[in-house]
């Protein structure tokens, strides 16, 4: 069973567009949201994150909008570069889940030159 | 700083063969996790431990075993291999820290695996 949902699964977008990203959960008890950066040949390495406390966080280009009541996610890249073309990973996990991560399907983003 | 590393990097089975994936960190985190990842599927964790000694089941268990004698090291073993155990697989560790804000997994750069 996919817990967390993730779309869409490949974006291409411009140089200097917004790339959106969505993920909607089922799971209340999660109470973390990472999203994961992987390049080909590498292993998946975090990005930014946000507890459901908080409705938005920003680090640099990068920002996680979360609806709680909706139970849904999203990652905004703003002036998005060729250098962000990557696959890109919703994540959650639960209190006393031994910080067990359901991942998203994933996105392949691909910013033209 | 290796962080974690994996090994082998790639490998190639025959249906029915044996082998053990090594995980090893250097960060002296106490959980470590075995995930597989398969196209259009995201990563799914097979098993986890959540310290020297101890491991238990995920999400995707069946085909897989694993050990931890040792705090830094997390081996993955298929007994019997399948061609359904094609897949990349990423080891993974984390500190048990409540404060998850500040203590993401750290990932391994994978094995790649395929099972003829």
């Known amino acids: 069973q996919q817990q967390v949902k993730q779309s869409p699964q490949s974006l291409i977008v411009q140089k200097g567009g917004i790339s959106i990203i969505n993920c909607a959960y089922e799971?209340?008890?999660?109470?973390?949201f990472p999203w994961y950066q992987q390049f080909p040949g590498k292993g998946p390495a975090l990005l930014i994150a946000i507890r459901p406390d908080v409705s938005e966080k920003k680090e640099g280009r990068f920002t996680i909008s979360f609806n709680k009541s909706a139970k849904q996610f999203s990652l905004h890249i703003m002036d998005s570069q060729p250098g962000d073309s990557a696959t890109y990973f919703c994540a959650a996990y639960a209190s006393g889940s031994a910080r067990q991560l359901t991942f998203g399907s994933g996105t392949q983003l691909t910013v033209l030159p | 700083n290796a962080g974690v590393t994996q090994t082998p990097k790639f490998r190639v089975l025959k249906t029915g063969q044996s082998m053990t994936l090594l995980c090893a960190q250097d960060m002296n985190h106490e959980y470590m996790y075995w995930y597989r990842q398969d196209p259009g599927m995201g990563l799914r964790l097979i098993h986890y431990?959540?310290?020297?000694?101890?491991?238990a089941k995920g999400e995707v268990p069946d085909g897989y075993n694993v050990s931890r004698l040792k705090k830094q090291n997390f081996l993955l073993g298929l007994e019997s291999a399948a061609p359904s155990q094609t897949s990349v697989y990423f080891c993974a560790s984390s500190y048990s820290n409540s404060d998850r804000s500040n203590q993401p997994q750290h990932f391994g750069d994978g094995t790649r695996l395929s099972i003829l």
């Open positions: 431990s959540v310290g020297e000694g101890t491991t």
């Open positions: 799971n209340t008890a999660f109470d973390y």
